[in-house]
């Protein structure tokens, strides 16, 4: 059983920047896929950014792109999510997420976008952007 704990949430003014931190425990961490999503006030939650085990790409959402970064330490268990020039509508509830890689390491891009592929989520942090 992998356990996930979000931390780095806020409150920002519009531009400022933000590091989420989601550290793993229970699991080999290198062995799991890591994503951010996030779910805006009465909104669906939606898929934000993505890094595999090996940790060699990482795939972003086209609202994060060039603003935001997803990176990881497997010597320390955690999976961080940059964000720079934040904007008011990135005001949101963010989880992170892990989902098991296969032995082979194999993927689909696409397949680390979609939420019901992940099978460990946080209790989500606070991120709240004014204008």
């Known amino acids: 059983q992998v356990q996930l704990v979000e931390s780095g949430g806020g409150l920002v003014q519009a531009g400022d920047s933000l590091r989420l931190s989601c550290t793993a425990s229970?699991?080999?961490?290198?062995?799991?896929?890591m994503g951010w999503f996030r779910r805006p006030l009465g909104k669906e939650r939606e898929f934000v950014a993505a890094v595999p085990g090996s940790g060699d790409r990482t795939y972003l959402a086209d609202s994060a792109k060039g603003r935001f970064t997803i990176s990881r330490d497997n010597a320390k268990n955690t999976v961080y999510l940059q964000m720079n020039s934040l904007k008011p509508e990135d005001t949101a509830v963010y989880y992170c997420a892990a989902r098991r890689m296969s032995y082979s390491g194999s993927y689909s891009p696409g397949s680390l976008t979609r939420q019901y592929e992940y099978s460990y989520w946080g209790q989500g942090t606070q991120v709240t952007v004014s204008s």
């Open positions: 229970g699991g080999t961490f290198s062995r799991y896929a």
